[in-house]
Structures are given as C-alpha cells and as structure tokens.
C-alpha cells in the first residue's frame, strides 16, 4: 500500500491521506486548508487522484480541516461511501452546511465590494455539494470492523477531542497473508476533561500517522474552572454584561459545563446566561443526547436529572430576531456567541454594542490567531472596525487560557506509551514544523523511534 500525504504535511490543516493498493483507493480525512492564503489556495486544485475512483473516505472526526473539503470531492464525482462515527455524522450535518453559507457569503460580499482577483468571485462549494456530500455519509459504530475491500479492513477508537472524534485503524492482508496495521491517530482531546470520555490510548501498530499540534507545549495545569470563576466575578462587578466568544462546538459545551459546576460549588450565582449562536445550540443539543459518549460525571448528572449544558438559567436565541432582543439586555448576565475569535457570526453583534462601555466584559477563551479581530482586541487595541464602523473599545477585555481540545506533548506521549508493540514507520503529521521537529526529537528520545516529518505530496510506502 501507498499513501501519499495531501495535507497536515508540515502544517496543521487540509488533513488529507490517499491511501492506494492494487487497483484501490480511498482517502483518510478530507479536509479544508485554513488559515495563510498560500495554504487556502490549495483547496482549490483538484485532488491528485481521480475523485470518480476513489473507492471510500474515512473521516476521523467533523472538524472542517479534517471534513470541509467533501464538498468539493463531490463536485469532483467522487460518490462512494463516507464512514464516520455516528455522532460525527450528526455534527457533519451541522457543521457542512454552516461552512456552505459562509463560502457563499463571502462570495457574494467579494463581488458586492469587487475585492477579488477573480471576477466573478465563486464559493469555494455551495450548498447543494454540502447536502451531496451529507447524503454519502455511512456511520460505523466505534471499535466495530468495517471492511473497506477484501483483504482491508477498519475500526475506530474514541479520542475525546470533540464529539464523536475518533481515531482509525487500518488492517490489511499482505500478498504472504501478512497482515500490516496502520493507525492514523486523528486529532487526540485530552485526560481528565468535562463531558466526553478519555482518549483510548494508542494500542500499537506497524505504521503510525500521529498528529503534533502542542507537540512542543504543555497546557497550564491550573485548574480551568478556578479561572473561569474569577474572570466571571471580576466581570461580574464591573456591572455590565460578560461577552463570550466561543466556538460553537466543543468549546461552548465546555464552558456551559464548568459555569453549571461553578454553580452546583457555590462559587457564582446562577447568573442568566445566553447562547447566542444557532449552530452552538444545535451542538450542545447533541452533546447532551450522545450518552455513550459521556464521562462518568456527566453520566452522574444525567442519572440525577440534570444537564450541567443546558442548566435552568441558561436561555438560547435561535433565530436573529430572539438574538437582536439580546441588545436590551442588562448585566449581570453572560452571553456566549460564535465564533470564538470574531472573525464573523453574531458575536460581531454583540462586540459592536458592548465594546463602548467600561461596565461591560468581553472573555476571549483559548488561542487568537494572527489577524484576526480577537487577536487585535486581547492585544489591547482602542478601536476596532465592526461592519465597516470604527468602535471604540472601553470595555474590559480579558483572555481565559487552559481550554483546549487537544492533547499537549505531555498527554500525547502518556497516550502513546501503552501500546502492546513498537510501530515501524512513525510519521509526524497535523503541526507547524518547528514543533513537529521537537516532538520527533521527543519520540526519538523517550521511544527511541526515528519518526518522519512528510511534507505535503511525500508518499510512505507500506
Ligand atoms: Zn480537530
């Protein structure tokens, strides 16, 4: 078997394995490039392999860097079947669409202000390649084989990133009937975190794919929680209202979680809190649902009739004109919209109106990338552009670290150490490749493996 590594080569999105034996393909992942426009403009050449023969793809879980560029297979001719987890299945049906509109959106803002190189300027996919995509996907049970040819087959593991997120394994039969596992290990969450279940550590294989991203970090180990309250009650008695931008998925449920803990502790009030965010409403309804998923102290608060993300003085605003009574608002109160670094969505809306006044508290959670408007307000600037006005900011803007998704070097490495046999090929895969470089020199030391770095286009040979 070949596979040829299409994304997460040296940088953290576009996670894409084309996987190629005998006459056969299939793909692992088939995800968006996001961030700098050199990776972005990769989304729009056509895979390197006829997408009509493809024969299947994999998906390790519904993040649009390892989803988002289905659509566009579609458009491609690819129709055979999409396995995921259910749970990831469920997400995908939020997540594809959402990623529809904003492709058309964006398009039709381009052509509107004539700001592209392209005229006219086209989204990337539209809605109906999302819907073709939704209609392909075929969902596989956690740890249960699922036969992708005669000979190849696959199961996948939990790993706790996001809902439904999960690893894969691969086995398949040599000409000798040798058999050669390859595990790709998706993007690992972390131990010890709220609502989902631990990572399943890594059990071992002849091939490894594991991904990097804190490869060369190590997450505070303060306790998130402690944090949270203490940001909330500063805010709390600035008097005004406490703005929170979060990602919809995940992140949110999250934070719902430790806000509803913090109350059960008695270290706030129950303070009326709202989430702002169409797609987080829908997400933290499947997060409450998805029961096989749960942690054990989840599983305790459902078993007593609660639900710690969706407490009594929490109130959703699925639509806009719910949402636009937000304005009337007064503190105390928390609103918690998308999307997590402002970069669009309602919580533009929010900022616009809170920013002004110094009651407020706008709470950013986790990293801000480089250019965007999160990143211009936790920098401490005193004016930001909304929807072409120029806002001032006197608000308190404050930064909450310690919540991540991934695992960091630490975990990663607890993760991999109980394995029952030393993989043979060890490749590092899905981070930037300074701290893909430190995490190889870490394997090599700790394991004593001599892991490689591909590079977008690079092929292993199995
Ligand atoms: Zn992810």
New binding site residues.
């Given amino acids: 078997m070949e596979i040829t590594v299409l994304g997460a080569g040296r940088c953290v999105t576009g996670s894409k394995y084309l996987l190629q034996w005998k006459r056969h393909s299939a793909l692992v992942d088939c995800g968006l490039f996001q961030g700098p426009a050199e990776l972005r403009r990769r989304n729009w050449a056509p895979l390197p392999h006829p997408a009509g023969e493809l024969g299947a793809v994999l998906i390790t879980?519904a993040?649009i860097?390892?989803s988002g560029y289905l659509p566009r297979l579609c458009r491609q001719g690819f129709s055979g079947p999409v396995y995921c987890t259910p749970p990831t299945l469920e997400l995908l049906r939020v997540l594809l669409p959402d990623a529809a509109n904003i492709q058309e959106e964006e398009a039709r803002y381009a052509n509107r202000r004539g700001y592209s190189k392209h005229q006219p300027a086209l989204p990337l996919f539209r809605m109906a390649d999302a819907m073709a995509a939704l209609r392909l996907l075929e969902p596989v049970p956690f740890s249960s084989w699922r036969e992708l040819h005669p000979g190849v087959r696959f199961r996948y593991s939990r790993q706790g990133?996001?809902l439904g997120?999960a690893a894969i394994e691969l086995d398949t039969k040599g000409r000798e009937g040798d058999r050669k596992a390859i595990f790709f290990s998706g993007?690992v969450g972390r131990y010890g975190v709220p609502i989902l279940r631990d990572p399943e550590p890594y059990p071992g294989s002849d091939v490894l794919f594991v991904e990097s991203t804190y490869g060369d970090r190590r997450h505070p180990t303060s306790d998130p929680r402690a944090a949270l309250v203490e940001e909330i009650r500063a805010g709390l008695s600035r008097g005004g209202v406490i703005v929170i931008p979060a990602f919809a998925v995940d992140r949110t449920q999250e934070l719902l979680y430790l806000l509803h803990e913090a109350v059960v502790e008695g270290e706030l009030p129950a303070i009326p809190t709202w989430l702002d965010s169409p797609m987080g409403i829908e997400a933290t309804a499947l997060y409450s649902r998805a029961r096989a998923e749960h942690d054990a102290e989840m599983r305790q608060y459902f078993a007593e009739g609660a639900n710690p993300i969706f407490p009594p003085n929490l109130g959703v605003t699925p639509t806009s004109s719910e949402s636009r009574k937000l304005n009337d608002l007064r503190g105390p109160a928390i609103i918690i919209s998308a999307s997590g670094m402002a970069t669009g969505g309602r919580i533009l809306h929010h900022l616009k109106l809170r920013l002004p006044d110094p009651a407020n508290t706008v709470l950013f959670v986790g990293y801000q990338a480089q250019g965007t408007k999160g990143r211009r307000l936790v920098d401490g600037e005193k004016e930001v552009r909304i929807h072409g006005e120029w806002v001032p900011v006197r608000a308190a803007v404050r930064q909450l670290g310690g919540l991540s998704?991934h695992a960091d070097a630490d975990e990663l490495i607890a993760w991999l150490s109980r394995r029952s046999s030393e993989p043979a090929t060890v490749c590092v895969v899905h981070g930037e490749y300074e701290v893909q470089q430190a995490f190889a020199a870490r394997l090599s030391e700790e394991f004593g493996w001599r892991p490689q770095i591909p590079d977008l286009g690079d092929v292993i040979v199995v």
């Fill in positions: 879980h993040h860097d390892h990133h996001i997120a993007d998704a």
